[in-house]
């Protein structure tokens, strides 16, 4: 059993930055993939990133295309903590963004085990 607890979020306005954090606990944490998705009303949950763990301390991130250039995965062990470093922020980038723990298929598709409460990110223009 995984427990994921995002903080971070809030308002900004175009042009800044944010960092998310997702707090693991429950299991090893070093051999997770974790991912990034977000949601706005209406919409399906869209994926925004995800770090795969290949081995060692190697570990390999995926971006959406929409993301790729501003977000930055990074992982801090010690503190069982993902982290999702957003600068450039646009008003598009507005949304509910979850944190997910073990995919059940492709990395991309909301299709998880775990997944964190939420947290809104509301990007003004």
């Known amino acids: 059993q995984v427990q994921l607890v995002e903080s971070g979020g809030g308002l900004v306005q175009a042009g800044g930055s944010l960092r998310l954090s997702c707090a693991a606990s429950?299991?090893?944490?070093?051999?997770?993939?974790m991912a990034w998705f977000r949601q706005t009303p209406g919409k399906e949950r869209e994926f925004v990133a995800a770090s795969r763990w290949i081995g060692g301390s190697t570990y390999y991130a995926d971006y959406a295309d929409s993301v790729k250039g501003r977000f930055t995965l990074s992982r801090y062990y010690a503190k069982n903590t993902d982290y999702l470093q957003m600068n450039s922020l646009k008003p598009e980038d507005t949304a509910a963004y979850y944190c997910a723990a073990d995919p059940k298929g492709r990395v991309t598709q909301p299709d998880y085990d775990y997944w964190g409460q939420g947290i809104q990110v509301t990007v003004s223009a």
């Open positions: 429950g299991r090893t944490f070093s051999r997770i993939t």
